[in-house]
Every structure is written in C-alpha cells, then in structure tokens.
C-alpha cells in the first residue's frame, strides 16, 4: 500500500521574521553604519597613536620657546610646559649635569624656534639639497619605471622573472642598497664604474670622498683624484634613489596597464597607428590616474629622504649625519637635519623645538606641493 504523501503548509518570511526559533543561536543584527565603524577602529586607533598624536605634540613643541624635555614631564610636550614650572632644573641630557645649576626660566609661547631655523648656516642649504634631489629623482624614476612597466607588460617569455628581478629593490634594505651603490662607486682600484672607465680610457673618478686620493694601479700612478665635487655625488644618490624607488612603481603601473581594454588598441592598430602613438595616446591618458597616485605618492617619499642619502656615505663616515664634504652637509636633506637636532650624543643639549618647527616646515612644503598637483591634474586625470 502506497503511502499517502504528507502535505506542508507554505511559510513565507513574514510568518517567521519575528518568531524565537528554538535550539537556534539568534543572530545579532546591527546596523550597516555600526559595522562599518566596529571594522574601522583598530585603523583609526593605529592613525591615532602614530599620526595625529605626533603631530599635534610636534605643533606644541615648535611654538613653545627654548623648549626642552622635563625628565618625568611624560610624551606629549605641554607636559614639559607645566611640569618645567614645578621644577626649573633641567636635568634630563646626561652629557650636561651642569644644566641643572641653572634656572630655567617659565617657557613661553613664539616662534623663536622657526627664526632659528633661518638663521642656521644649513636648514636652508638642506632645503635647496632636498628640492634638487626631488626634482631630479621623482620625473626620472617615473619615467623609467613606466617604459620598463610597458615593456614588461608587452613580452610572455620569462615575464615572471623579469618582474621578480625588478622588484628586489623594493623588498630590500635600504642601508644595504646604499651599501652596494657605494661600493660600486668606490673611489678605490676595485670600484665598479671606475674599472668601466679607466677600460674605456677615461680617467678615473672620485664620486664620494671627501680628500684627495691617489689612484694606484699596482705600482703605476694612474691618477691623483681631487675631492669628490657636489655633483659627482649627486650622480651616486640619484642612481641609488632611481633604481631603490622603481620597484613599488613599476608594480602599479604594470597593475593600471592589466585594466586597459585591449579593444582600443586593437582598434587603433587596424587604423595603422605606429605602437608609439598607440602607448603616446592611448596607454598614457588611460594610466594617468596611476600617474597621478604615484607622482604624488613619489614627492612625498622624495622630500623624506634621510637613509637612502645616507646610506651611499657608509664607507666614507661612520656617522649617521655624514652627507658628503667635509663638514658632512654637501648633500644634507630635511630630514637629515631635523634628526641631527634630536642628537644629544654630540655633547650639545638636543633642540626637539627646532626639530619639531623643521619638520613643521617641510610638512608646509610638502602639503602646498600636494594641493598644486591636485589643481594642475584635474583636466588631466581620466578615470
């Protein structure tokens, strides 16, 4: 005997939306703009703690006079302020115990710190060192990190390890890049570039050291090197930012240059354009935006340049504030100089004011550059 089939009766979501089923975990429903800030939190503590707080405590720090850390004042620099009230002996850099004789008087608020900037034989030599650099290495790298991007993205054999082998820079340390740039450009027999030059029969060159320095080749005197001049210097600290600095680049670009409809240049190429004016008038306006991000995104890296500058100087000066010359400044950035004035291990009292109005300055510079690009790419960018 067959069995009677049993029939259900239809539910819809309405019956159901607001009964408690039994045995099932009810799930807590919250709404979207509540999960969006749950999802959002430990990024803006991060930015927090390691952005805003810095800034604004930097901000203090520029606009109060003569300041200097109280020992036991905590981080943040208006607690330098009131606690220097409590207790005027300054006795925080070991290297001066007898800074603690002295009163120290109520700080006040001003610009002393900005008018020391510019009055300092260096800070604007280190801001002229800075641009220079940054207007020469941003349009070079672009450029050469787009024409490898375009050549990579146009071969198939061995692709994988061509974009593996121009991508090493960036997932090396910096100090150990400027290691091996400095000695390929060693002012000694052994440097690369030079044993280049002297087999194409030029003279040998001295692009770091700051003396004079014979250039023996076994027991022959090939030539007595003058001191490595400004822009001999320049050459090593270019070639090293331009080749560290194009690895993240040509990965973007190559990133923008997947998304660009084949349709167009198929099409363009059935009209018998040249692939020059394809990559001229086609691939270029459709990778502006990635243009755009990485020229902006490539000025603000420039401008913050400190090991990179220091790294091609390891051989020349232990010193971690050596860039070139004899007094160490010929190729001296920003950064270089705002770090220097945190050093107390100089045996002067570190100045974390004038640091603080230094990097105050160069974030000035760097947001008016930022805003000027923005305006000038609005007719320029499509997206």
């Not at 121009?166 to 340390?173: A, D, E, I």
Request: charged residues 15%.
């Amino acid at each position: 005997m067959a069995e009677k089939a049993i029939k259900l009766p239809a539910v819809n979501y309405d019956d159901i939306r607001d009964k408690k089923v039994i045995g099932k975990r009810r799930r807590i429903s919250l709404p979207q703009w509540a999960v969006a800030w749950i999802v959002l939190i430990p990024a803006l503590i991060f930015l927090v703690l390691f952005m805003f707080y810095p800034i604004i405590n930097a901000f203090f720090m520029a606009f109060i006079n003569d300041f200097e850390f109280v020992e036991g004042a905590g981080s943040f620099a208006l607690g330098s302020f009131f606690k220097s009230l409590e207790e005027p002996c300054v006795n925080w850099n070991l290297f001066h115990p007898d800074v603690c004789d002295m009163y120290r008087r109520m700080p006040s608020f001003g610009f002393n710190n900005f008018v020391y900037l510019f009055q300092d034989a260096h800070f604007p030599a280190t801001i002229a060192n800075t641009a220079i650099l940054v207007i020469v290495e941003v349009p070079l790298t672009i450029i050469v990190s787009l024409v490898i991007a375009s050549f990579l993205n146009n071969i198939k054999a061995l692709k994988g390890l061509y974009q593996t082998i121009f991508f090493l820079p960036y997932v090396t340390n910096a100090i150990a890049l400027g290691l091996v740039f400095n000695m390929l450009f060693s002012h000694t027999p052994g440097g690369i570039i030079n044993v280049i030059i002297t087999a194409l029969g030029g003279k040998p060159v001295n692009f770091l050291n700051p003396s004079a320095y014979e250039y023996w080749v076994g027991d022959k005197l090939v030539a007595v090197l003058p001191p490595a001049s400004k822009f001999n210097q320049a050459i090593v600290i270019v070639t090293n930012s331009v080749w560290s600095g194009i690895a993240f680049k040509i990965l973007v670009f190559m990133a923008g240059l997947a998304t660009i409809d084949k349709q167009y240049t198929d099409a363009a190429k059935i009209d018998g354009s040249s692939g020059f004016t394809i990559w001229r008038r086609i691939t270029l306006p459709l990778l502006s935006p990635q243009i755009l991000y990485i020229t902006i995104t490539s000025f603000i890296g420039a401008f913050k340049m400190y090991s990179g500058v220091m790294s091609v100087y390891t051989n020349i000066n232990g010193s971690g504030f050596y860039f070139g010359g004899t007094e160490g400044y010929d190729w001296m950035p920003v950064v270089g100089w705002i770090y220097k004035q945190m050093d107390p291990s100089s045996g002067n009292l570190s100045k974390p004011g004038i640091a603080a109005a230094g990097s105050l300055v160069l974030l000035a510079i760097i947001l008016f550059i930022t805003v000027i690009q923005f305006a000038v790419s609005k007719k320029r960018v499509h997206y």
